[in-house]
């Protein structure tokens, strides 16, 4: 799969990895904005205390 997506993208492999890591970092942005905090909201948080 992923060797597919490397020939699929334009232009030499400077380029490549440069839209491969943008699109990482995008990937990465989408899951800390709307990803995680959507999962937070539904997993059942319970008030754990640790008594020392």
Do not use: C, H, K
């Amino acid at each position: 799969m992923y060797g597919a997506l490397w020939r699929a993208l334009p232009g030499p492999v400077w380029l490549r990895l440069l839209v491969v890591l943008v699109l990482i970092a995008g990937v990465l942005f989408s899951l800390v904005t709307w990803g995680f905090p959507w999962v937070d909201s539904i997993v059942n948080n319970q008030e754990v205390t640790v008594q020392v």
